[in-house]
């Protein structure tokens, strides 16, 4: 049986060696072969081609490929782009939840945006 993607924990460090994600411990591919936003990595705090790929490679953990497709650049928006300090923590739980609110808000009329 394979573990619940929703208990997994994504951590994020900015080190002198530029910034290194890991789940559960283990290093997160930063899966350029689904896009190649950024061939030097990632990044998080702004809304470039590094938290691009940040959240690409987030996702695609996460919650599987077609939906990180799907979602990253929106994930990249609400929750990649948001981060300051050198590091966050995010648990699949979280991740799952953003990513649900993502989906209502898509379908929520435009006068209920504002």
């Excluded at 072969?33 to 953990?61: C, K, M, V, W």
């Amino acid at each position: 049986m394979l573990p619940d993607p929703s208990a997994r924990t994504y951590q994020v460090i900015r080190s002198d060696f530029g910034v290194v994600a890991l789940v559960d411990g283990r290093p997160l591919p930063p899966r350029t072969d689904l896009y190649n936003h950024s061939p030097t990595g990632f990044e998080f705090g702004y809304a470039g081609s590094g938290p691009a790929q940040l959240a690409l490679a987030i996702l695609a953990d996460c919650i599987g490929e077609p939906l990180a497709l799907e979602f990253y650049q929106e994930f990249k928006w609400a929750v990649i782009a948001q981060q300051s300090g050198n590091a966050f923590t995010l648990t699949g739980r979280e991740i799952r939840q953003t990513i649900v609110a993502i989906r209502q808000a898509r379908q929520a009329p435009l006068a209920q945006r504002n």
